[in-house]
């Protein structure tokens, strides 16, 4: 069973296209990220969500637009793609356990290339 | 904030060897919590160990060992008897707990490392 799964695994699109990518974590875990990991394969967070609720959004183009569900689901719409927007993205999650910490679990990527 | 500095692009290794990755942080936080994760040709991210800063005593799962100093801020990574399979990128991560009571954790990544392990 795969814990992370995210979907389509491959996405090739054109400027100007609204896409979305699918994520679902079977683990119980309270918290889901999206990461983008750029042409030189740097990894920067994008966005968090802690049951629902939007804990961290870092400076991402308003045209990436998480929505949660439920905490077991975060999806990732996109407007209006752009060639800069080619990479892979990376759903992860992990458990909310306060100060004690916990493993962040990627989901297997999603590559997306806008041509 | 903080930074994470992985400063070998590229590294090889002949088969059945040991190799050292190094990976330096910088933080003023006291607690947090490193990470080696590895990126095989496939791009999945794969956790391959963990560190806690509280804890003296190195991580270590099979064939992968971690020297963590805490006081240089260092974290390198140890791979005994490479294999093939072994060949890919390879993050360190730093992870600082949420500062208030509920909240995500954080990770910040280094710039990687390329590892590949010649037969």
């Known amino acids: 069973d795969t814990a992370v799964s995210q979907t389509p695994k491959y996405l090739v699109t054109q400027m100007g296209n609204d896409k979305s990518i699918k994520c679902e974590q079977n683990?119980?875990?309270?918290?889901m990220y999206w990461y983008k990991q750029d042409s030189k394969k740097f990894l920067k967070i994008m966005f968090s969500?802690?049951?629902?609720?939007?804990?961290i959004n870092e400076t991402v183009p308003n045209r990436f637009s998480p929505k949660s569900p439920d905490k077991a689901h975060l999806n990732l719409h996109i407007n209006s793609l752009e060639l800069g927007d080619s990479a892979v993205y990376f759903c992860?999650?992990?458990?909310?356990?306060?100060?004690?910490?916990?493993?962040?679990?990627f989901g297997e990527g999603s590559w997306l290339t806008v041509v | 904030a903080q930074t994470v500095t992985q400063s070998q692009p590229e590294m090889s290794v002949q088969e059945a060897e040991t190799v050292t990755l190094s990976c330096t942080y910088d933080?003023?936080?006291?607690?947090?919590?490193l990470f080696w994760y590895k990126q095989p040709p496939s791009r999945q991210m794969i956790l391959v160990i963990r560190?806690?800063?509280?804890?003296?005593q190195n991580a270590t799962e099979n064939r992968f060992s971690v020297n963590f100093q805490k006081a240089a801020k260092s974290f390198s990574l140890k791979i005994s008897d490479s294999q093939l399979g072994d060949t890919a990128m390879y993050f360190c991560?730093?992870?600082?707990?949420?500062?208030?009571?509920?909240?995500?954790?954080?990770?910040?990544f280094g710039k990687g490392t390329k590892l590949s392990v010649i037969p």
């Open positions: 992860a999650s992990s458990q909310d356990a306060g100060y004690s910490g916990n493993t962040i679990y």
């Open positions: 683990l119980g875990h309270d918290t």
């Open positions: 969500y802690n049951n629902k609720e939007l804990i």
């Open positions: 933080t003023s936080e006291n607690n947090y919590y």
């Open positions: 560190q806690e800063a509280y804890k003296q």
């Open positions: 991560a730093f992870m600082r707990p949420p500062y208030s009571g509920a909240g995500s954790y954080q990770l910040t």
